[in-house]
């Protein structure tokens, strides 16, 4: 495999993995505990590497998940207080955590190379410099086997447990009652959280992390209701976002993380304005479809209302009627074109009048509001 | 590290005053944030700020911090109205849309600098070190404009006070009486961002985070006043920023930034143990009072109930009659002549020879008052 192969292998593992974990994540609105994790695992490496003296081992990520399932523990005991609500008990955990892991790191780690922001920021292009190599073959880079023993351990769990994470997700009451026990799964899967982002932070860095396991679940979630389907499209907009990121960022020459992530963002805003139903547009202009809809409802009510009375031409006259609707001039004169096009009222001696058809109409939707019969 | 040092040696004092009006500005802000549950906001206002800071660094070619702290409060403004427009038009969650944004915000600003990094110009140097940001590096022209930070900051606070609020504990109802909430909306979270920005070029990303929670989350353990919060939050910010300075300026190597948020956090865990009402030690204690309490009580209910049933409303039982109406308080024999005791003590219950026990008149007029009060009778 050339590195440009390899770049892309690791990333679409990256993209995947996350993705899974991430959509019970967001299900679950624990988001930002990714970004918390992914922030604290910082103090699990610095530990691992006081009790191991040796940077390059594989220890260091199991002394890492470990500091994440700590993290979610300590979070999850503060919220059990309800003297602070979830978003400020995780606010106040990982600065914490973090800070103690920079206090060591400079105190007493100032010899060796453990750049902090290296560690935050990563970079996805020196992964194929890291060899795998076994009775000295080079059977290619080690983060690509890394994250496929990840990918699998994560469909693995999905797999297995997939009705209790279901249910533990959407019911939480009733998988205690049926007997599931959502504290297992609760701390099960915020270790596979953990675990993922320490094996993809290694090779990617936090901020991809956290954008392949919050975005591209999230925009499944824009798409649909189903969960099954979510799972497969989460994996499929973490896919696009990864090779489409690799490719821009190898035209402009910047770094391939932080272009996957933009693009992670790109396909947000696409779907969210532009998918029929839910997107903005669509939202936007069924909300305008809808005002304008009750505003007319509402002028015909005001004509059934006086229509025949006393005071009908200065009620219902062309120039007085806005001094009654308390609209604004242009929607009245708007509603009012509406009203004459649909036929639902004509106009007689400078005066509005309602037609047969537009009373009809008027009445069932009164009816139908107020359910009257 | 004497504390007079503090008055007389210029660095320190300078790092000080800075660290007091930062405590201030992040203090009052961050009630607000803690008490809207938008506790993450300064997380991500302050990893959304970096692409601003770069496209200022972009156009305007030289790191001149008034501009760059414009670029970066721009995009983090932005990043906050991108958040609320996917919150209010989508199904989207606020933490999912957090996440999403600060992430990709993030990673576009790292783009940004991979690029500048590119280009030819012996300025870019240490661009980055603008959002890692360093305490001990607060010059005098930074509490000079921290100061005039916290004048704005904190004026707008006052101005709207009731409105601000009204906001933070019944939005609907602020709503409804016709002020308009989008707008203060806007105000409020614009001077979130004012004030995270503000303290990000001092103190970096992750310190401005904790600077924003964990003073709000100690000052609420101690009050239920919004006011008092916020004066609280403020003194625990400063002192915090003050202590952590001291500490970092006595231990060599210490870091500044981690340090104060070390300092900031602790002071949260000892509001949250040992503020009076709220504090876990107090409700344990509590706890355990009204427990004692309570069982007293019953086993007098347990008298009265024996009277009640009884021609002579103060005929003597033994303690066995006595501990079969447990009313699922199951107390040994020990603990019942315990509880007997003490009711015996207030004059409540009276013991006649070989162990029996009856309820006295004080006592059983006391019962009546409860099951009156209570609305019930157990007959």
Same mark, same amino acid.
């Given at each position: 495999m050339n590195p440009q192969l390899e770049i892309q292998t690791i990333a679409i593992l990256v993209a995947i993995s996350c993705s899974l974990s991430g959509v019970f994540l967001i299900l679950r609105q624990m988001a930002m505990m990714a970004d918390a994790i992914s922030h604290t695992i910082l103090l699990g490496i610095v530990l691992a590497f006081f009790v191991?003296?040796?940077?390059?081992?594989?220890?260091?990520?199991?002394?890492?998940?470990?500091?994440?399932?700590?993290?979610?523990?300590?979070?999850?005991?503060?919220?059990?207080?309800? +003297?602070?609500?979830?978003?400020?008990? @995780? #606010? $106040?955990?990982?600065?914490?955590? =973090? !800070?103690?892991?920079? %206090?060591?790191?400079?105190?007493?780690?100032?010899?060796?190379?453990?750049?902090?922001?290296?560690?935050?920021?990563?970079?996805?292009?020196?992964?194929?410099?890291?060899?795998?190599?076994?009775?000295?073959?080079?059977?290619?880079?080690?983060?690509?086997?890394?994250?496929?023993?990840?990918?699998?351990?994560?469909?693995?769990?999905?797999?297995?447990?997939?009705?209790? +994470?279901?249910?533990?997700?959407?019911? @939480? #009451? $009733?998988?205690?009652?049926?007997? =599931? !026990?959502?504290?297992? %799964?609760?701390?099960?899967?915020?270790?596979?959280?953990?675990?993922?982002?320490?094996?993809?932070?290694?090779?990617?860095?936090?901020?991809?992390?956290?954008?392949?396991?919050?975005?591209?679940?999230?925009?499944?979630?824009?798409?649909?209701?189903?969960?099954?389907?979510?799972?497969?499209?989460?994996?499929?907009?973490?896919?696009?976002?990864?090779?489409?990121?690799?490719?821009?960022?190898?035209?402009?020459?910047?770094t391939i993380a932080g272009t996957m992530a933009t693009m992670v963002g790109i396909l947000f805003a696409i779907v969210f304005i532009f998918i029929p139903e839910r997107g903005l547009i669509a939202t936007m202009h069924s909300k305008k479809e809808q005002k304008y809809e009750f505003a007319l409802i509402s002028l015909l009510m005001h004509i059934i209302n006086h229509q025949g009375t006393p005071r009908e031409i200065e009620e219902l006259g062309i120039d007085t009627i806005k001094n009654h609707l308390y609209w604004e001039e242009k929607f009245t004169e708007e509603i009012i074109d509406r009203v004459l096009d649909k036929n639902y009222a004509y106009i007689e001696d400078n005066i509005l009048k309602i037609s047969e058809e537009g009373k009809k109409f008027a009445l069932s939707n009164y009816y139908h509001i107020v359910d009257l019969d | 590290m004497a504390l007079s040092e503090l008055f007389t040696d210029y660095t320190l004092r300078t790092v000080a005053l800075g660290s007091i009006f930062l405590g201030i500005v992040s203090g009052t802000l961050g009630t607000y944030a803690v008490l809207r549950k938008q506790s993450l906001i300064g997380d991500m206002v302050s990893h959304a700020a970096l692409p601003g800071i770069c496209l200022s660094f972009l156009i305007i070619g030289s790191k001149n911090t008034e501009w760059l702290l414009l670029g970066a409060f721009l995009a983090g403004w932005i990043a906050t109205i991108i958040i609320n427009i996917i919150h209010t038009h989508s199904k989207i969650k606020y933490d999912s849309a957090l996440g999403t944004v600060l992430a990709v915000f993030f990673g576009f600003g790292l783009v940004l600098l991979t690029y500048i990094q590119k280009i030819p110009n012996a300025n870019q140097a240490g661009l980055e070190n603008f959002l890692f940001g360093q305490v001990s590096t607060i010059l005098q022209r930074d509490v000079i404009f921290m100061g005039i930070v916290a004048v704005f900051t904190i004026l707008p606070v006052i101005l709207f006070w009731k409105e601000f609020k009204l906001l933070s504990?019944?939005?609907?109802?602020?709503?409804?009486?016709?002020?308009?909430?989008?707008?203060?909306?806007?105000?409020?979270?614009?001077?979130?961002?004012?004030?995270?920005?503000?303290?990000?070029?001092?103190?970096?990303?992750?310190?401005?985070?904790?600077?924003?929670?964990?003073?709000?989350?100690?000052?609420?353990?101690?009050?239920?006043?919004?006011?008092?919060?916020?004066?609280?939050?403020?003194?625990?910010?400063?002192?915090?920023?003050?202590?952590?300075?001291?500490?970092?300026?006595?231990?060599?190597?210490?870091?500044?930034?981690?340090?104060?948020?070390?300092?900031?956090?602790?002071?949260?865990?000892?509001?949250?143990?040992?503020?009076?009402?709220?504090?876990?030690?107090?409700?344990?204690?509590?706890?355990?009072?009204?427990?004692?309490?309570?069982?007293?009580?019953?086993?007098?209910?347990?008298?009265?109930?024996?009277?009640?049933?009884?021609?002579?409303?103060?005929?003597?039982?033994?303690?066995?009659?006595?501990?079969?109406?447990?009313?699922?308080?199951?107390?040994?024999?020990?603990m019942m002549k315990k509880e007997l005791n003490k009711l015996k003590i207030s004059g409540l219950a009276k013991e006649y020879e070989e162990g029996n026990w009856a309820i006295t008149p004080e006592g059983f007029k006391k019962m009546e008052e409860i099951h009156f009060e209570g609305g019930g009778d157990m007959e």
């Open positions: 191991i003296q040796d940077l390059s081992s594989p220890l260091l990520i199991i002394g890492a998940a470990i500091m994440g399932t700590i993290t979610v523990f300590l979070v999850e005991t503060i919220n059990k207080t309800k +003297l602070v609500n979830e978003d400020a008990a @995780i #606010g $106040l955990i990982f600065p914490f955590l =973090f !800070s103690l892991g920079i %206090i060591l790191v400079t105190l007493y780690a100032g010899s060796i190379h453990l750049d902090v922001d290296a560690v935050l920021l990563g970079e996805l292009a020196f992964a194929p410099f890291n060899r795998l190599i076994i009775n000295g073959v080079d059977i290619g880079p080690k983060s690509l086997y890394i994250m496929l023993v990840i990918l699998i351990l994560n469909i693995l769990y999905i797999a297995l447990f997939y009705k209790e +994470l279901k249910l533990s997700t959407f019911d @939480i #009451g $009733l998988a205690a009652t049926l007997g =599931f !026990s959502p504290v297992f %799964i609760h701390y099960s899967l915020m270790s596979l959280v953990s675990i993922t982002s320490v094996a993809a932070f290694d090779a990617v860095g936090a901020i991809l992390v956290l954008a392949f396991m919050v975005g591209p679940p999230t925009i499944a979630y824009l798409v649909t209701d189903n969960l099954t389907k979510m799972i497969w499209l989460s994996v499929l907009f973490g896919i696009i976002s990864a090779i489409s990121g690799y490719w821009v960022a190898t035209w402009f020459d910047v | 504990f019944d939005h609907d109802f602020a709503a409804i009486i016709g002020f308009s909430t989008n707008k203060l909306d806007l105000l409020l979270t614009t001077l979130m961002v004012i004030a995270v920005i503000a303290g990000l070029q001092s103190v970096g990303v992750v310190l401005m985070s904790a600077m924003l929670i964990a003073p709000a989350v100690s000052a609420r353990q101690w009050t239920d006043k919004l006011s008092v919060m916020i004066v609280l939050s403020s003194i625990f910010g400063a002192v915090s920023g003050v202590v952590g300075t001291l500490i970092s300026s006595s231990i060599p190597k210490m870091p500044t930034g981690p340090i104060i948020v070390v300092v900031v956090t602790i002071i949260a865990f000892i509001s949250m143990l040992f503020a009076p009402n709220r504090g876990l030690i107090w409700k344990k204690v509590r706890d355990y009072y009204n427990k004692k309490e309570l069982s007293t009580h019953m086993v007098l209910n347990n008298l009265y109930i024996l009277a009640k049933n009884h021609e002579d409303p103060f005929h003597p039982h033994d303690l066995e009659t006595i501990c079969l109406y447990n009313n699922g308080l199951r107390l040994s024999k020990r």
